[in-house]
């Protein structure tokens, strides 16, 4: 069974991801884990954002991820150049760690889930909603400052546009605890709904 989380920018879905990975038979993944991965160690990546971004952006292991976001987060046609070269890598990386996934359940953090026209390719999808208050606060604590988070903002659906399109929605509004006892029950909610060959019923 798999199942891809999603929701805005700094609003606890890698967090969501993580408590979900503490249940038997589950195993994670994240779409920023494997950009990141492929920035460092894939020298088809690496030499593809360096003839779109310039060799500023070199670091002593691949791409320097701080320059790139530099150069990428503050401009929106620059940050659309740098997710069409990652985008189908990373698609094709997500689908061989799930063909080779021996778990009961996959789950994999996607933040352009929709956008990128994938969230129908997962037996369930999840949106993680936060209040907005909280959400600007957890990015501004990330070293995103306003210029850039509109930049990102301007490539994804609102959380609530996510939110209606998703199969479940995790309220991300409470403290760690709240969160992890939503992750438990969401976990429970999925095995209790699968059916006999291990997908929904």
Same mark, same amino acid.
């Given at each position: 069974?798999?199942?891809?989380?999603?929701?805005?920018?700094?609003?606890?879905?890698?967090?969501?991801?993580?408590?979900?990975?503490?249940?038997? /038979?589950?195993?994670?993944?994240?779409?920023?884990?494997?950009?990141?991965?492929?920035?460092?160690?894939?020298?088809?990546?690496?030499?593809?954002?360096?003839?779109?971004?310039?060799? /500023?952006?070199?670091?002593?292991?691949?791409?320097?991820?701080?320059?790139?976001?530099?150069?990428?987060?503050?401009?929106?046609?620059?940050?659309?150049?740098?997710?069409?070269?990652?985008?189908?890598?990373?698609?094709?990386?997500?689908?061989?760690?799930?063909?080779?996934?021996?778990?009961?359940?996959?789950?994999?953090?996607?933040?352009?889930?929709?956008?990128?026209?994938?969230?129908?390719?997962?037996?369930?999808?999840?949106?993680?909603?936060?209040?907005?208050?909280?959400?600007?606060?957890?990015?501004?604590?990330?070293?995103?400052?306003?210029?850039?988070?509109?930049?990102?903002?301007?490539?994804?659906?609102?959380?609530?546009?996510?939110?209606?399109?998703?199969?479940?929605?995790?309220?991300?509004?409470?403290?760690?605890?709240?969160?992890?006892?939503?992750?438990?029950?969401?976990?429970?909610?999925?095995?209790?709904?699968?059916?006999?060959?291990?997908?929904?019923?």
């Amino acid at each position: 069974m798999t199942i891809a989380v999603t929701g805005p920018f700094a609003s606890g879905k890698s967090t969501l991801v993580s408590l979900l990975g503490e249940l038997p /038979g589950t195993e994670t993944a994240s779409a920023d884990e494997i950009v990141h991965h492929l920035m460092k160690n894939d020298r088809r990546t690496i030499s593809r954002i360096i003839e779109r971004f310039g060799e /500023g952006v070199r670091g002593l292991e691949g791409i320097d991820r701080k320059a790139l976001g530099r150069k990428a987060f503050g401009d929106a046609d620059a940050l659309g150049d740098l997710e069409e070269i990652l985008h189908p890598l990373v698609r094709s990386e997500t689908d061989r760690r799930i063909e080779a996934s021996g778990a009961e359940v996959f789950v994999l953090e996607i933040p352009l889930l929709f956008e990128t026209g994938q969230g129908r390719n997962f037996d369930y999808t999840v949106a993680v909603t936060v209040p907005e208050e909280k959400r600007r606060a957890w990015a501004e604590e990330r070293g995103l400052d306003e210029a850039a988070l509109r930049a990102v903002e301007a490539r994804q659906l609102t959380g609530e546009q996510k939110a209606r399109r998703a199969d479940l929605v995790i309220q991300n509004d409470a403290d760690l605890d709240r969160l992890r006892e939503q992750a438990y029950r969401l976990g429970r909610r999925v095995l209790r709904e699968r059916g006999p060959n291990g997908n929904p019923g």
